[in-house]
């Protein structure tokens, strides 16, 4: 089993900065992919951003130019630091691991985090 445990969620004014970390953790040995993944109120989630283990980055178009996404492969931690909020930035903010391989060798396709609430006020 693999534990992704998201922070750094919260309110801010549009126009703001926030940074969301998410450390994973449970004998692994290595993270595929890293990602954030979003859900507004009403809407379906959404990607916002990915990144592989050697630092090849996507976006979705909504957020280029205001987001970043990095990682520490060393800590299995993904980053996403958030500038220029809007309100339309609200959402659920949720963490995602693809292709995990754990000490063991056993091989999960994708764990998910509990989400961190971002709230961005206009």
């Known amino acids: 089993q693999v534990q992704l445990v998201e922070s750094g969620g919260g309110l801010v004014q549009a126009g703001g900065s926030l940074r969301l970390s998410c450390a994973a953790s449970?004998?692994?040995?290595?993270?595929?992919?890293m990602g954030w993944y979003r859900r507004a109120p009403g809407k379906q989630r959404e990607l916002v951003a990915h990144?592989?283990?050697?630092?090849?980055?996507n976006y979705a178009d909504s957020v280029k130019g205001r987001f970043t996404i990095s990682r520490d492969n060393a800590k299995n931690t993904v980053y996403l630091q958030m500038n220029s909020l809007k309100p339309e930035d609200t959402a659920v903010y949720y963490c995602?691991?693809?292709?995990?391989?754990?000490?063991?060798?056993?091989?999960?396709?994708?764990?998910w985090g509990q989400g961190t609430q971002v709230t961005v006020s206009s």
């Open positions: 990144i592989t283990s050697g630092g090849s980055m």
């Open positions: 995602n691991a693809q292709g995990v391989t754990k000490v063991s060798g056993l091989q999960i396709s994708s764990s």
């Open positions: 449970g004998s692994i040995l290595s993270i595929n992919v």
